[in-house]
């Protein structure tokens, strides 16, 4: 990229929800990782969301507004519940941070 310059910018915290100042941005970036899992497993295996909401006990247009991005009507716990629904198991595991005195933050990850 010879005389090209980029815009200012800055770089992100990781965490768009926090980036944007919204309130419970931690829990908000959990979940969406969550639901995030949720619709690659739906994707994967080619379930409607009539079918994937008869799985996890909700209907189709919830299932719709969950996987677009409205999900704070549910708590991290029923995401949990819904993970486990598609035969995963949900592992919540408690370490010291890398860096002493530094607040610890929660993370998903999928195996």
Do not use: W
Not at 22 to 30: C, F, N, S, T, W
Not at 44 to 62: C, E, F
Not at 63 to 89: A, C, K, P
């Amino acid at each position: 990229m010879t005389g090209k310059r980029l815009p200012a910018h800055e770089m992100g915290s990781g965490n768009v929800f926090a980036d944007l100042g919204l309130p419970d941005a931690g829990e908000h970036y959990v979940k969406a990782q969550m639901v995030a899992e949720i619709f690659k497993i739906i994707e994967d295996r080619k379930l409607t969301q009539t079918k994937a909401g008869k799985m996890m006990g909700i209907d189709q247009p919830s299932v719709s507004r969950m996987l677009h991005g409205h999900f704070r009507e549910y708590s991290v716990e029923r995401l949990m519940q819904f993970l486990t629904v598609f035969d995963r198991d949900v592992e919540i595991v408690i370490k010291r941070h890398a860096i002493p005195g530094k607040r610890g933050q929660v993370t998903v990850c999928a195996a």
